[in-house]
């Protein structure tokens, strides 16, 4: 079946630590997307991804980077600069930039700061 | 200002009774794309319905209905005889073109639907 694969599940990061979290589609998507959630505040912007090599930042950039190396993988990396890392990571798939098909999702990383 | 304004954060109902979550939405676009999604509690938001904005058609699917007017720049959605597996978020979707011709979603910030028993 296809769909996206995000790992780990649940992931626990010390202060000052970065860590990546993973992303992967078999959906051979062009676009894809890292959103993160916290409670009250939906969905907001990380950075995307309209083809390999290249990404773009969203609302809330910043403590965060990416890359794009292969169509099927999107990972993000937490850097210690991002200051309240704890939340849920939420990555997504598009058919396309211009596709308004619909996103697909991933089952979510939980990220806690310990 | 919120482009995706969910107003109700939570909601509670008794199973079998109808319930209505709310979506407004702001855009200076003519051609936008309106999402609703699920997110159970397992964490995966799931695919729900999608209208463009030239289709003012309402939408029936099972016991799940959406009123989309853009008089009132609104896309409501209604589950009728609601359940207790409708439990979860539901969060509703604006997507416009952006500056480079893409279209980038931005989400409302959630209504959390309990049924109880």
């Known amino acids: 079946d296809g769909g996206i694969t995000q790992s780990p599940k649940y992931l626990f990061r010390k202060e000052g630590q970065n860590v990546t979290l993973s992303c992967e589609q078999n959906?051979?998507?062009?676009?894809m997307y890292w959103y993160r959630q916290d409670p009250g505040q939906g969905l907001r912007l990380i950075y995307y991804?309209?083809?390999?090599?290249?990404?773009q930042k969203g609302d809330i950039a910043e403590g965060y980077s990416v890359s794009r190396e292969k169509k099927e993988s999107f990972p993000l990396t937490v850097t210690s600069a991002q200051k309240n890392p704890t939340a849920f990571y939420l990555c997504?798939?598009?058919?396309?930039?211009?596709?308004?098909?619909?996103?697909?999702f991933g089952s979510g990383t939980r990220l806690t700061v310990v | 200002a919120q482009k995706v304004t969910q107003a109700q954060t939570e909601i509670s109902v008794v199973e079998k009774e109808d319930v209505t979550l709310d979506c407004v939405y702001e855009?200076?676009?003519?051609?936008?794309?309106l999402f609703w999604y699920k997110q159970p509690p397992s964490g995966e938001l799931v695919f729900l319905i999608r209208?463009?904005?030239?289709?003012?058609q309402n939408e029936i699917s099972g016991r799940y209905s959406w009123n989309f007017q853009k008089s009132t720049s609104s896309f409501n959605f209604t589950i009728t005889a609601s359940q207790v597996v409708d439990s979860a978020v539901y969060f509703c979707?604006?997507?416009?073109?952006?500056?480079?011709?893409?279209?980038?979603?931005?989400f409302g910030r959630g209504t959390s639907l309990i049924v109880h028993p």
């Open positions: 997504a798939s598009s058919i396309s930039r211009s596709s308004n098909y619909g996103y697909t």
């Open positions: 979707a604006l997507s416009e073109p952006s500056s480079g011709g893409s279209y980038i979603p931005t």
């Open positions: 959906l051979n998507h062009d676009a």
């Open positions: 991804s309209q083809i390999v090599n290249d990404f």
């Open positions: 855009t200076r676009d003519t051609t936008y794309y």
């Open positions: 209208r463009n904005s030239f289709d003012e």
